[in-house]
């Protein structure tokens, strides 16, 4: 069983530039999460998913989009990177969002320069 | 919104002695209260959670307990080893649709043997 698989693991992105953080879990769960973590500011919501085609905005959407085809992937887009998103991006998925345990992916570290 | 407060950010213990890290939230409605771990260069890992309708919750060398009057929680772990050593979040969740935990700042655990 993969769990939360996130790619890619790192990047270093230049400012203005796009890309896609990729996110696939095979436990066929309802939620899903992206998190950006900041040294020693712990974990804050971008956006998250109730299921397929449901997506809302998390603590710090600016600057990101989410799109949610499947119940599976779950992609987390940078239209034009600024220094300011240069941080650890974690997704994870549960099957509730309450009483119940949120799987974490191994983190993609993005460095915008 | 919801705001959880954790201390110490940092705690250095020797093998084998007990680690304690205290969470205080705001929302009175918040009724989830899960504890995650996280290693170096992966993702966060739950450990122990505990509803509001509980005070306290054991898992063998690991306990949280809850005042819900006070709005504080805390993680104890005890006897503990060096694989321990670790970054811990508290995080609480306050329903009525918010499906968002609200993360503490971490707490970065060392156990020297």
């Known amino acids: 069983n993969a769990g939360v698989t996130q790619t890619p693991k790192f990047r270093i992105l230049k400012i203005g530039q796009s890309m896609t953080l990729q996110c696939t879990q095979d436990?066929?769960?309802?939620?899903m999460y992206w998190y950006r973590q900041d040294p020693g500011m712990g974990l804050k919501l971008i956006y998250y998913s109730v299921g397929a085609g449901i997506t809302d905005k998390g603590e710090v959407p600016n600057g990101y989009n989410v799109s949610r085809s499947t119940t599976e992937d779950f992609p987390l887009r940078l239209e034009l990177a600024a220094p300011s998103q240069t941080s650890v991006y974690f997704c994870?998925?549960?099957?509730?969002?309450?009483?119940?345990?949120?799987?974490f992916g191994q983190g993609t570290r993005l460095t915008v320069v | 919104g919801e705001n959880v407060e954790q201390h110490p950010s940092t705690l250095s213990v020797q093998e084998g002695d007990s680690a304690v890290i205290k969470c205080t939230y705001s929302?009175?409605?918040?009724?989830?209260f899960p504890w995650y771990k996280q290693e170096l260069g992966k993702g966060p890992q739950l450990i122990i959670d505990?509803?509001?309708?509980?005070g306290e919750k054991k898992d063998q060398r690991i306990a949280v307990t809850l005042n819900k009057t006070a709005k504080h929680f805390s993680l104890h772990i005890t006897e503990t080893q060096p694989e321990d050593s670790a970054v811990y979040f508290c995080a609480a969740y306050s329903g009525a649709g918010s499906y968002q935990l609200t993360f503490g700042k971490g707490t970065k655990l060392s156990v020297i043997p």
């Open positions: 505990i509803r509001s309708n509980v």
């Open positions: 929302d009175s409605a918040s009724n989830y």
């Open positions: 994870a998925s549960s099957p509730s969002p309450v009483n119940t345990e949120a799987f």
């Open positions: 436990m066929n769960h309802n939620y």
